[in-house]
């Protein structure tokens, strides 16, 4: 597949480095904007503006099948897409960052707001993070938390403290309620997937699947006692954080922003109905002492700066704040964030490369999620009506790969080995990122 980016920023690099292998991929920028990232990838680079036809034909626009315009300017990206829809058929796939440009984008076309600018896909990042975000603060004490069938089956991560009741056992000795399934480790930032004989170990995280309602009591018995998220504070009162306060509220979470723009607290003021707003520099110890923070449940700070980030998240774990959940810009960052002692950190930049690889998926199978920074991923796949009935264990899918949830019409299933697949089911399976492809080709349709 011909793939061409407009918008040799970090995202631009990013998506090349992932996609380049099984694409042929063209980026489009000034020659200024290169950097050697982009000089150790096997791609092709046009010198130029990507909404300029001259140098979308150098690209050879006709020929291409996707466009990623993602530019830091929403403009930009917005025009250089209506430009090469002009010009050629290919699916554009346009970056935003403003609040308003999604709202009239993302309108319906029986809404009065609706104009029709023919672009096929809109991403804001901004958005895919603080929905991330959101599901994991949500949860107590998961490190991530996904949910699948309109809500009736849940992923949830955990990380083993030395006390855990499970620590030293096997897999198959561990006493699960029913309808879950444990189908992920990641021991010394290596995800594999477990069998019966997988003995769990101290700062194991282990990944689960199951409904609801059973991870629930999966949660209340191993990993917190009836342990709710009554607070939250946020650092950074940007667009992720203002969406994030808004999200809270509607949950009746007593939230609390820390923003040192006195104009951009006024706005926020504005903004939120029941969030209290806090002029003040989250980097301020005497601050956070002042305000109470190590009362809070979570603290979540999401400034656009990773040094800032870690410098604050540090300062509230240093008050004795027990979850901190941090924003990082750059991947490579997000270990190091984890190693120092940081609780979550989310880069939007995965699940944004997940939004990008839909997109592109020529099979009929959908990514529903990645974990451990792109390690593992959730897929989706829907059975043919034709398919010839049989139970998982004569599947004979490939090593490293478990179903773990089978949606049959409005019925969601936790299977086990003779559990029977038939046409039309839903299965959603977790997988490592390596084994993703070959799983893909298994169930090529």
């Given amino acids: 597949m011909k793939i061409i980016i407009y918008g040799a920023n970090e995202i631009g690099c990013n998506i090349a480095a992932e996609l380049f292998e099984d694409h042929d991929i063209i980026i489009i920028d000034k020659e200024q904007n290169r950097t050697d990232a982009f000089n150790k990838l096997d791609i092709g680079y046009v010198s130029g503006n990507g909404t300029c036809i001259t140098a979308l034909k150098e690209a050879q626009i006709e020929d291409a099948d996707i466009f990623i315009a ?20 290919v699916k554009t796939i346009c970056f935003i960052s403003k609040e308003e440009y999604h709202t009239s984008m993302s309108c319906k076309k029986d809404s009065e707001s609706f104009c029709d600018l023919n672009l096929d896909y809109i991403i804001w990042p901004e958005e895919l993070l603080m929905q991330e975000i959101f599901r994991i603060v949500t949860v107590a004490k998961a490190l991530d938390a996904e949910h699948f069938a309109e809500g009736k089956a849940r992923l949830l ?11 030293g056992k096997k897999l198959k000795d561990c006493t699960f309620p029913d309808d ?16 019966g004989e997988t003995i769990l170990e101290k700062d194991d995280k282990v990944i689960c699947m199951g409904t609801a309602s059973s991870l629930d009591i999966l949660a209340g018995k191993f990993f917190h006692e009836k342990e709710f998220v009554k607070n939250a504070a946020i650092i950074g009162g940007g667009t992720v954080g203002m969406m994030l ?5 509607k949950l009746k979470i007593k939230t609390k922003i820390f923003e040192k723009s006195e104009k951009r607290c006024e ?16 980097t301020n110890i005497q601050l956070l002492n002042e305000e109470g923070i190590e009362d809070f449940d979570v603290v979540i700070s999401v400034t656009n700066n990773d040094e800032k980030n870690l410098l604050c998240s540090l300062l509230a774990k240093q008050t004795g704040v027990k979850r901190v959940i941090t924003r990082v810009s750059n991947n490579t960052n997000v270990p190091l964030f984890e190693k120092v002692g940081i609780d979550v950190a989310i880069s939007s930049n995965i699940a944004v490369i997940k939004e990008i690889k839909n997109n592109l998926n020529e099979t009929n199978i959908d990514i529903l999620a990645t974990v451990e920074q792109g390690k593992g991923e959730v897929l989706e796949l829907i059975i043919p009506n034709n398919f010839e009935t049989k139970r998982i264990m004569d599947l004979k899918l490939p090593q490293g790969a478990i179903i773990g949830i089978i949606q049959r019409r409005h019925k ?13 089911d ?20």
């Fill in 426 to 445: 839903t299965l959603i399976i977790f997988t490592t990122h390596k084994l993703s492809q070959e799983l893909k080709n298994f169930f090529k349709a």
């Fill in 180 to 195: 879950t399934l444990l189908v992920g480790i990641t021991r010394q930032d290596e995800l594999f997937i477990p069998n």
């Fill in 70 to 89: 993602c530019t830091d300017y929403d403009e930009a990206n917005i025009v250089a897409c209506l430009t090469a829809k002009k010009i050629s058929d």
């Fill in 157 to 167: 991560e955990y990380k083993l403290p030395e006390s855990s009741v499970l620590v």
């Fill in 412 to 424: 969601v299933i936790i299977p086990k080995g003779n559990t029977l697949v038939l046409g039309n």
């Fill in 267 to 282: 706005f926020l003021a504005s903004e939120l109905e029941s969030t209290l707003i806090i002029n003040g520099d989250g």
């Fill in 245 to 249: 306060a808004k999200n809270l509220e």
